[in-house]
């Protein structure tokens, strides 16, 4: 519902009017006076903030534009009870707020039309498309950014002029803050124009297609990960950028929803937004060999269609989730997985996937990942505690924040001999249970106060000398990111774009800037960890450091069933699972293959000391060979690497694609010979036979 803050703003807006009608209706001009500055001020607030509650209030008709006027309609009638009824001010108000509302139209249809011509029916990252068509800057954005707000503020002038008229009794003052309401007005809608028209308006749609279908002409690519989903999905596509830009083959990235666009994290391979499924069927793609999918999605059918590629599941993650082993999964030519494991869960789930189409590649996202080699000398072990969220489904079993977590931080932080804990829970926990978000800010505090207690304990020292030094290399490293990353400076730097259409123009990678970035967050990192004590509790909810970091800073993970289980099996290191469900232990290992090597845990964390064990004494560890064999039954051999498995794969599937169409294009030459003149389904579609064939 928002902060405290937004709760006091929303709460003195709508009580303001009551107020202001109040005064009015008494009459008093300075009461008004008061009571409209509220609503000014509290209506100014809740816009900056993009508060919930006042985006709320236009589904109740409370909204913007209405809250003006009824503000204008009370300043009326406050101006008939002070007997200006037949004054010329009181006419003058109302004809300039009729005059006023007689130019929203013209400012609303001019920035809608500005948008509209402005957004592109292909928006792209690192392909160039300045050299074939013209773009032109966006409108400054004063002009469009919360344009409706700063339209109908302009009446600040005219009800300020009009209250000091009434309060004088003398129509001056009323007339020349009307004038300046109208005449701002006026040339605010002036000022629009010209973006509407002539060299200021970008190309349509048909050219700014006709300079992609170019550019991918003399591009040529040859692998294509696609990916269509909400904001919050966007990780999903992210993981696979780095493996995007270790292919072999020419790389391009297709994305279906802007917001996903938006929110992707910075590649140097080409990417390409396709909002429009008719659009994306008209691309010229036939230099595609192989096509990607992270998830199973409705749009994944307008890239499914087309023949003259091979089109794989890559998925998001590997676990024994239900999701791990989609029915839908069956549409695609190859399924590849990262193990044995994945192949077994097709097998097993009886979904119509085939065998044969299976393929195991590894997981190249987990090379960041460093091996265990025990506990460094002279350092206490660091475990992490990586919950999972609640889920949609209410099930106990899908997060142990609820029933366990409180059990399993108590007994790290009280351990003896000692350990430290790092708790970084998945940022979706609490987002839809109240129970998990309030057991989530226990744990946090659990956390926090035992760092606080172990900050005053004689046994743990740290250098402080070395700490300073590594917080003043990480104000150096932070504010070099944000200089290159442009944050805090305006249009054109960095990822501050005007709007979609320059983004589209400007937005060819830097590689040079896109390198140094990359290392600046390794060093980053380093620091980070040098910044505090060795010791010291730490709770980790932002997105830096990365789970990766943890996992490596680590000496063990308590979590639950997910990916991040899987993920951390490379690393050979202990681990331990909690059974929130409480199927017990041999049904817990029979339903999740990740489990199989780890602790398995009760609620109450009873069975924490084996972890621990395993840690302090590497030696003595009973799950260690476990461990590796569980590691390659999931994640493939070591070697060859995942990556080199991956761009294998990738050839040997485009070798599929090319024979396929050689097939076909053999057949076509033998029947035209005989005049048979059967065509061969092609790609390229009008938007009546896409309504047809959908």
Excluded at 2 to 23: K, V, W
Excluded at 316 to 334: F, I, R, T
Excluded at 487 to 501: C, F, M, T, V
Aim: proline share 5%; with cysteine; aromatic share 6%.
């Amino acid at each position: 519902m928002g902060s405290p803050a937004e709760l006091a703003a929303a709460a003195l807006m709508i009580l303001g009017f009551p107020a202001l009608m109040l005064a009015a209706l008494v009459p008093s001009v300075p009461a008004f006076a008061a009571a409209a500055a509220v609503t000014y001020l509290a209506d100014h607030y809740l816009h900056r903030k993009s508060s919930y509650l006042v985006n709320r209030l236009s589904k109740v008709r409370a909204g913007l534009s209405i809250r003006f006027l009824i503000r204008q309609l009370l300043l009326i009638l406050l101006l008939a009870r002070l007997g200006f009824a037949d004054d010329l001010i009181y006419y003058g108000a109302i004809a300039c707020f009729i005059a006023f509302y007689g130019l929203q139209a013209p400012h609303g249809a001019l920035v809608t039309l500005i948008r509209n011509r402005r957004r592109m029916p292909v928006a792209t990252r690192n392909i160039d498309l300045a050299s074939r068509i013209r773009i032109p800057d966006a409108p400054p954005r004063r002009l469009l950014h919360r344009s409706a707000e700063k339209m109908l503020h302009l009446d600040l002038a005219a009800v300020a002029g009009i209250l000091v008229s009434a309060s004088l009794e003398s129509a001056v003052a009323g007339f020349i803050g009307i004038g300046v309401t109208v005449g701002l007005g006026c040339l605010y809608v002036l000022a629009l124009v010209p973006y509407v028209r002539g060299a200021k308006t970008p190309p349509n749609a048909e050219k700014v297609l006709a300079a992609v279908d170019d550019w991918l002409a003399e591009y040529r690519p040859e692998t294509v990960l696609y990916f269509s989903g909400s904001k919050d999905s966007a990780y999903q596509v992210n993981m696979w950028l780095e493996t995007m830009e270790q292919l072999d083959s020419k790389p391009l990235i297709i994305l279906r929803e802007r917001v996903i666009l938006n929110n992707l994290a910075p590649t140097t391979v080409p990417v390409i937004c396709v909002p429009g499924g008719v659009h994306l069927m008209n691309l010229d793609l036939s230099n595609v060999r192989v096509a990607l999918y992270a998830a199973n999605v409705g749009k994944n059918i307008h890239l499914l269609r087309v023949p003259t590629m091979k089109h794989v599941f890559i998925g998001h993650g590997d676990s024994d989730k239900l999701a791990s082993v989609n029915p839908y999964s069956k549409v695609y030519d190859e399924v590849w997985t990262a193990g044995r494991a994945g192949r077994d869960r097709y097998a097993i789930a009886d979904v119509g996937v085939r065998d044969e189409d299976i393929v195991e590649v590894g997981r190249p996202q987990l090379a960041p990942i460093q091996t265990w080699q025990g506990v460094p000398e002279g350092r206490i072990p660091t475990v992490l505690y990586a919950p999972t969220w609640e889920g949609w489904d209410g099930n106990p079993g899908n997060t142990s924040i609820v029933l366990a977590g409180e059990n399993i931080v108590k007994k790290l932080v009280k351990a003896d001999p000692p350990v430290r804990v790092l708790y970084k829970p998945h940022p979706f926990t609490g987002t839809v249970s109240a129970e998990a978000k309030a057991a989530h800010q226990r744990i946090a505090a659990l956390v926090q106060q035992a760092a606080t207690e172990r900050a005053t304990d004689p046994r743990f020292t740290a250098d402080a000398a070395a700490q300073t030094a590594a917080k003043a290399e990480l104000a150096r490293i932070e504010a070099r990111l944000a200089e290159l990353s442009g944050k805090g400076k305006g249009k054109g730097s960095g990822n501050s774009k005007g709007d979609e259409a320059e983004a589209t123009r400007d937005g060819l990678v830097d590689v040079a800037k896109h390198e140094e970035i990359a290392r600046l967050r390794t060093e980053w990192n380093t620091a980070y960890w040098r910044s505090f004590g060795s010791h010291e509790h730490r709770l980790i909810t932002g997105a830096e450091p990365r789970l990766y970091d943890c996992f490596n800073v680590s000496d063990a993970m308590v979590s639950d069933i997910s990916s991040v289980v899987s993920d951390f099996i490379a690393s050979g290191k202990p681990y331990a699972v909690t059974d929130s469900a409480e199927l017990g232990v041999e049904e817990f290992k029979r339903q999740n293959t990740a489990v199989r090597a780890a602790t398995i845990l009760s609620n109450s964390a009873a069975e924490l000391g084996g972890l621990l064990d395993a840690v302090r004494d590497p030696s003595a560890d009973p799950l260690a060979e476990d461990r590796g064999d569980l590691k390659r039954y999931l994640l493939g051999p070591d070697e060859p690497t995942s990556i080199e498995q991956f761009n294998t794969a990738v050839a040997n599937l485009a070798i599929k694609a090319d024979a396929r169409n050689v097939g076909q294009e053999s057949r076509a030459a033998a029947g035209a010979a005989e005049g048979d003149l059967a065509a061969v389904p092609g790609q390229r579609l009008s938007a009546a036979e896409d309504d047809v064939t959908a």
